[in-house]
C-alpha cells in the first residue's frame, strides 16, 4: 500500500525540466530598447541638411517625467554620437541654449518606453512555460539650426517582439529602470492552489501509512 502512494507521489510530482533551447534571447529588455533607439536615431545625424562638424546639443524631456527615462535616453545619445563620431553636449534648460555659436539643435520628447508580456506561448501543465515579450519605445524628435532653421521633425517608433522563458523572466528586467518591468500572465488556480494541496495531502497519508506499516 505505502509502495503504491510513493508511486502516486511520483506521478504527481514528475515536471519536465526541458531547456528551452534556441528560445532564450540574450538581450536583457534595456538592451533591446538601446539598440532599437539608437539605430533610429542614427539615421537622423545623417540627413543632407544637417551639418555634421558642427555640435549637436540635446534637450532631453520626458512626458512622464521620469528622470530614469531621461537618464536612459541621454546614455543611448552619448553612445551613438561616439559611434558615429559626433560632438555632442546636453542642456538642462532650452532657455539655455546660446544663439552665439554654431550648432545642431536636437530636441527629443520621450512619449513612451514599455515592455509588456502580452501572453503565454508555450504553458504545459506542470512544466515548460514561456512568454511574449513586447518592447516598445516612442520618441519625438526636431533638429534645428540655433537660427531656428528646421531641419528634422519626426518619431522614432521601435517595437520588438520575441518568446522568452517564464520561470527567469525578471532576470531580462533591470531594478533601475521601471520600464523594461512588467507583470506576466498569471497561471491557472489549479496549478497554483490545487494541484500544491493535493500533493501536501497525498504526501501526509503516505508518510502515515508509511510509518504504520514499518511499525507492524
Known sequence: MAKTFIYVILLLTGVNFCILQGQTPKKTNLEVLEQ???GELEKFFYYPDLNRDIQFVFYVTSVSKEKNEKKFIESVIKKTAEKNRLKISFSKDEQ???SDSVYNKVNIGIVKLKTDYTKFVKNQFLGDKSIQRVVTS???IEITTNRD??????????????????????????????????????ISWLETIIFPAVIITVSAVAAILFFTIRSK
Do not use: A
Open 36 to 38: 532599437d533607439i539608437s
Open 96 to 98: 539655455m541654449l546660446s
Open 149 to 186: 532653421i528646421l531641419s528634422v521633425k519626426d518619431s522614432i517608433l521601435t517595437g520588438y517582439k520575441d518568446e522568452i522563458p517564464y520561470e527567469n523572466f525578471e532576470e531580462f528586467e533591470s531594478s533601475e529602470y521601471h520600464f523594461t518591468q512588467s507583470i506576466p500572465p498569471g
Open 138 to 140: 516612442e520618441l519625438s
